[in-house]
């Protein structure tokens, strides 16, 4: 395909209001990367400095002029705000700028629509948008119809209902509908994790800012330690690559498993909108034994995308989970990698073999601190607990002595309390 052929980007003005917030430069930056996952191109960017938003328009009037005559001049007919905007500031900056104004809860929402795949992600962001556009319906058209009435005009409003009312009730009847086809996947998906429960395997997932690698390392893992590598997950650079949870099988060396999750990626200023309709999405990492942050080290604003992460975390209940830290991406920096600093902080580069395999060491040495070494000793008409030991267990050695298998080995604490009956020796 030569450049000819390549969709046409759409110009837009970014606008920023700076209140004294500490983490405005990388928010504008962060708008900057939005607009462009959305098939725009920033043409130029606008910033002003006030204690709070003018009520009305966003910024004051006479940057609004400004913005209007710059418009005008460069042919730019779309306007892109850094916060989201009231109902009026979003019809009155339209207005007066005589261009488009979207605001950055439109733009995520839009982008969520536009990567959506599964039935559950594209229901999840139906929602999240109907509940954007309910307070923002225009009032313009807020005239009686004459459906119940048989009649028109203002005096007959009593027994009519208005264009407006009957919008709200159309949207308020729609979210309804779409939150029941929710929470019926979500049922299924409860039920999968419930008897993912009842093996006992414990589960990691991957959390993180949108675009710091956690696709990327998840195929790692699974081609390296997982069932198939057909199943591999997308991956793209660009941000929320990644809306639908994926959960894959890991194995580990000693007849260790883990499940392992991706989950949709962060983003500052994430709408509450997506953030209560991702709730059941998020629910393999709230349901997780470990949290694996994914952090691209390469950025120079990588710790702001820490905080982002969690302090989404905990806007969706996801506090107090144990959590390595994973600093991705290091072959585009000066640090030395892969290397393991503590118990749970690795410098790593997802396309990195060796990476991978300090990796799932780390993961492992977090999910399976709680086996216990043992020896049992086993009678042989019990036969059927050495075949379900030796494919759930680590067997280090097997002995066969006159009156049953002697096996010393690594083992889950709920199986080692199930046959605690043959254990003879237990390790320090």
């Excluded at 923002?136 to 119940?148: E, G």
């Excluded at 696709?215 to 997982?226: D, R």
Aim: glycine share 6%; aromatic share 6%.
């Amino acid at each position: 395909m030569d450049n000819s052929e390549l969709p046409q980007r759409t110009p837009v003005f970014i606008i920023g209001l700076d209140t004294g917030q500490e983490n405005y430069e990388y928010s504008m930056r962060e708008l900057a990367e939005l607009v462009q996952a959305n098939n725009m191109e920033v043409v130029k960017r606008f910033d002003q400095s006030l204690d709070r938003p003018n009520p009305a328009t966003y910024f004051g009037s006479g940057k609004v002029e400004e913005l209007q005559q710059d418009a005008a001049e460069a042919g730019v007919n779309v306007i892109v705000a850094n916060d989201e905007l009231s109902p009026s500031q979003l019809s009155n900056l339209a207005t007066q700028t005589q261009t488009k104004v979207i605001d950055r809860t439109a733009l995520i929402i839009e982008i969520f629509a536009n990567r959506a795949q599964s039935r559950e992600a594209k229901i999840q962001v139906k929602i999240a948008k109907l509940q954007y556009q309910l307070p923002r319906l225009q009032t313009a058209d807020d005239v009686t119809l004459d459906q119940q009435s048989g009649g028109g005009g203002l005096a007959n409003r009593g027994t009519g209902e208005t264009k407006l009312e009957m919008d709200r009730r159309v949207i308020t009847k729609q979210i309804a509908h779409l939150r029941q086809e929710l929470r019926d996947i979500s049922k299924g998906e409860e039920t999968k994790r419930r008897q993912r429960d009842k093996t006992g395997i414990p589960t990691a997932a991957l959390v993180g800012y949108t675009n710091a690698g956690k696709s990327t390392i998840m195929n790692q893992l699974v081609a390296h330690y997982g069932l198939a590598e057909h199943k591999q997950v997308f991956t793209k650079n660009m941000l929320f690559a990644t809306l639908d949870t994926s959960v894959r099988q890991l194995n580990f060396p000693g007849n260790k498993r883990c499940l392992l999750s991706d989950t949709v990626g962060f983003v500052s200023k994430l709408p509450i909108h997506l953030v209560e309709a991702f709730k059941s999405t998020l629910a393999e990492a709230a349901n997780a034994d470990l949290l694996i942050q994914v952090i691209d080290y390469s950025d120079p604003l990588y710790q702001e995308m820490m905080k982002t992460t969690e302090q989404t975390l905990a806007q969706i209940g996801i506090k107090d989970k144990p959590m390595l830290y994973v600093f991705n991406k290091a072959d585009q920096t000066d640090f030395d990698y892969p290397t393991m600093e503590g118990d749970d902080r690795l410098i790593i580069s997802a396309i990195n073999d060796s990476s991978t395999d300090m990796l799932m060491k780390a993961i492992e040495k977090h999910l399976f601190k709680d086996y216990v070494s043992t020896t049992m000793l086993i009678p042989f008409d019990d036969g059927q607990v050495v075949s379900y030991l030796n494919e759930h267990a680590n067997i280090l050695s097997t002995k066969y002595v006159s009156n049953g298998t002697e096996l010393q080995l690594e083992l889950p604490r709920e199986d080692f309390q199930r046959y605690q009956q043959y254990v003879v020796e237990q390790a320090e």
